[in-house]
């Protein structure tokens, strides 16, 4: 499921596995607060199974399903949520929190770049 996640694409199957190795399982049932704008945010997830919408100051921004992935940015700077994501159907997500992550990317620089560098080009 990692590989298909573009913000993971340029790992190899060793740092991959290293990856799924800290994520922990996480379900949502429909209609479930996944995230909420403005709450604190310790978790990234990506999404295994399930759809959910995604709003911006109550606005509709778009959904999310199956290898997309959100939180990264609250994963690094453990800044409040900036999306509130509803699920539409039950979701199956894995997540990482920052005390999981950290150790990760501070042992592993190959790690690191990589997903500094995916990150970079998301922003663009």
């Not at 994520?23 to 049932?29: S, Y």
């Not at 995230?35 to 778009?62: I, L, N, Y």
Request: contains cysteine; proline residues 4%.
């Amino acid at each position: 499921m990692l590989k298909r996640v573009p913000l993971f694409s340029d790992l190899d199957d060793r740092e991959l596995k290293q990856i799924a190795d800290s994520m922990h399982e996480r379900r949502f049932g429909s209609g479930d607060t996944v995230t909420q704008e403005g709450a604190g945010g310790a978790g990234f997830f990506v999404v295994e199974s399930g759809q959910a919408s995604v709003t911006v100051d109550g606005a509709p921004r778009g959904s999310i399903g199956p290898g997309d992935y959100f939180g990264e940015i609250a994963l690094l700077t453990g800044s409040d949520r900036t999306a509130t994501i509803v699920a539409d159907t039950d979701m199956l997500c894995y997540g990482m929190t920052p005390w999981d992550f950290r150790p990760l990317v501070e042992s592993n620089s190959a790690i690191a770049w990589k997903l500094l560098t995916a990150m970079a080009e998301k922003l663009r």
